[in-house]
């Protein structure tokens, strides 16, 4: 319980932080918006846009993700606030988590923006299956979030962390965006998902929670490198 609360505080920290100076929000949001309107130019069949939009949406909020995680662990550097919030009593566990919350709830909402724009662009109906569409948004997102949070710390210190954090992630999120991909496609298309296509839902949330556990149990790890 104290690990949750103290991965809450961080998280609130982060986004208080963020809604004061919203560079990643703008960032990413403005990167979203912009590749979504220009492969509006590129593609004008409704039925060909079913087809490829999951992937066109997934591809577009891992990119942008980039943006957020590359800030999420930069802006301690300055003042030495990284090392400060080492040496705190809060558990590293805590301080990862925490940063991927920030990192998911950011996403969600950039997310938002991008899918909304999506539909007024493309003339896609999305909200016939918003609860679904909703459920294999978090299970993504957070996968991407945690995955994030964990290779942000790891990078940091790096002189070229805005290459390294990219090569390094995208080979990892591959199972999870080729599931949020499939899902999403069916989602779109309006059909009803089968017990074959739950085996998706399945993976995203393998995914997640494999990767969390990793996350917490090498969180020592991670923050001392």
């Known amino acids: 319980m104290k690990t949750i609360r103290h991965a809450l505080l961080i998280a609130r920290k982060d986004l208080a932080l963020e809604l004061r100076t919203k560079e990643s929000l703008n960032a990413a949001g403005a990167f979203a ?103 294999v948004f978090a299970l993504g997102t957070w996968g991407i979030s945690i995955l994030g949070a964990v290779f942000g710390a790891l990078t940091v210190n790096l002189r070229l962390r805005e290459l390294m954090l990219p090569i390094i992630i995208y080979p990892l999120l591959v199972p999870l965006l080729i599931a949020a991909i499939e899902l999403t496609k069916l989602l779109l298309s309006n059909q009803s998902m089968t017990p074959n296509d739950f085996l998706w839902t399945k993976l995203l949330i393998v995914f997640d929670v494999v990767f969390t556990a990793l996350a917490m149990l090498l969180a020592d790890t991670i923050l001392v490198n």
């Open 33 to 135: 918006i912009v590749i979504l309107v220009l492969f509006s130019f590129a593609f004008e069949e409704t039925e060909q846009i079913k087809e490829i939009g999951g992937g066109l949406l997934w591809l577009v909020f891992a990119f942008a993700g980039a943006l957020i995680f590359n800030r999420s662990f930069a802006r301690e550097l300055p003042n030495d606030c990284l090392d400060t919030l080492l040496a705190s009593p809060l558990s590293p566990a805590s301080l990862v988590t925490g940063k991927a919350l920030a990192n998911f709830v950011m996403l969600l909402a950039m997310e938002l923006i991008s899918i909304v724009i999506f539909g007024i662009f493309f003339n896609v109906n999305w909200t016939r299956h918003i609860g679904e569409l909703s459920l």
